[in-house]
């Protein structure tokens, strides 16, 4: 009988650890909010420069915002499509270190790509690309806001919520297995 409680007592002390590490899992897997996405960029003060819409329309206009500037700052602005410069001028970030600019896409750069470059001596630079649709690739509604399918967008980020569920349940189905392994080949020596 003492053998028995002996055993019973090993067994639970090597599984203590374990559930330890199941139930902190389980813990931040709940806290964890749904539909978290890590964006490529991440928000902040950091100097980067946004242009809407990301994929417009040959003919539309965009509006770019820049964050993250020093206050006051010279920026050189520059946007261009392959050898063709669309915008080559200098503005000046306003006290909270934004500012913005308007670009219209012209007609011969539908389906090309538009490289935005917004460069400052204290703030360095930020840049982003935009994809010109093709001619009849979309539209734009009432609004000039533009309308896009679903595939012309590429996406960005990383869905981290999926990715931390998807490990989190394989190593648990490892650990299960190891486990069922080991208590198999117990009972077979102790048999």
């Not at 053998?3 to 897997?29: D, E, G, I, K």
């Not at 499509?81 to 539908?110: M, N």
């Not at 982003?128 to 533009?146: I, K």
Request: aromatic share 4%.
């Amino acid at each position: 009988m003492t053998s028995q409680r002996h055993r019973n007592r090993q067994h639970h002390r090597r599984f203590r650890p374990m559930l330890t590490l199941l139930a902190a899992t389980v813990t931040v897997l709940l806290a964890m909010p749904v539909g978290v996405a890590v964006a490529q960029y991440p928000p902040g003060e950091q100097f980067t420069v946004t242009c809407l819409p990301e994929a417009p329309a040959a003919g539309q206009s965009i509006t770019c915002s820049v964050v993250g500037a020093a206050p006051g700052e010279s920026l050189e602005i520059r946007a261009t499509s392959g050898d063709l410069t669309l915008l080559d001028r200098a503005l000046f970030a306003d006290g909270d270190g934004a500012a913005a600019f308007d670009l219209d896409v012209p007609t011969e750069v539908a389906g090309t790509a538009i490289a935005v470059t917004v460069a400052g001596a204290r703030s360095g630079t930020a840049a982003t690309t935009l994809q010109v649709l093709a001619d009849g690739a979309g539209g734009t509604t009432e609004d000039g806001a533009s309308e896009v399918a679903a595939g012309d967008i590429p996406r960005t980020g990383v869905e981290l919520v999926s990715t931390v569920v998807a490990g989190t349940l394989l190593l648990w189905l490892g650990v299960a297995l190891v486990m069922a392994s080991r208590r198999r080949t117990h009972r077979r020596v102790h048999a």
